[in-house]
């Protein structure tokens, strides 16, 4: 399938609740390879997931993208997660920056739950269950408040800062590390 571009602000479809799919059709599995080829093809900068209104479909459906370390490379496992509900969320929270491929050039600070588990259906109509922490949680968390029509920005603490802004401040904390 096609990479499809993505929709940026303001279009109103990012700010409007998607519809819930009943059935896993040919055509959600169309919007399921548009959604994968795009995230993939995603650089500069990569997208850790994707939600269907971001390439124009109104239907929860969405993308998420598992970045593991290995020894010697980075390696991803993507999900796909229809109908997705966080069923329960730790009260425990974090504060991280977070960007958006339909929000260009914006970085933020989103404060999230450090530990979450989400239900869903998978791209053969299999129920599953996720229970994960970390940068995976938010991951999940960002594209779950994607279906419900809400943009990042309107959870940030502090003000916004640019790509170049966001390069910096991670090239300062490499060279810290």
């Not at 080829?37 to 993308?63: F, H, M, W, Y």
């Not at 999230?112 to 599953?128: F, S, T, W």
């Amino acid at each position: 399938m096609p990479v499809k571009p993505i929709i940026t602000i303001p279009n109103p479809i990012l700010e409007t609740p998607a519809e819930r799919v009943g059935e896993i059709d040919d055509v959600t599995k169309n919007v399921i390879r548009d959604l994968l080829d795009t995230v993939l093809a995603a650089k500069n900068p990569e997208g850790a997931g994707l939600a269907a209104p971001q390439i124009g479909v109104s239907k929860r459906v969405c993308v998420v993208r598992r970045f593991i370390e290995t020894s010697d490379k980075l390696v991803t496992k993507e999900y796909i997660l229809v109908n997705p509900k966080i069923i329960s969320a730790s009260k425990e929270t974090d504060i991280h920056y977070e960007g958006c491929l339909s929000v260009p050039d914006v970085y933020g600070q989103v404060e999230r739950a450090k530990k979450i588990k989400v239900k869903a259906l998978d791209e053969n109509n299999q129920p599953i269950r996720i229970s994960t922490s970390g940068f995976f949680a938010r991951v999940i968390q960002h594209e779950v408040d994607h279906l419900d029509g809400v943009l990042f920005t309107t959870k940030l603490i502090g003000d916004p800062i640019t790509q170049f802004q966001f390069d910096q401040l991670m090239e300062e904390e490499t060279e810290v590390l």
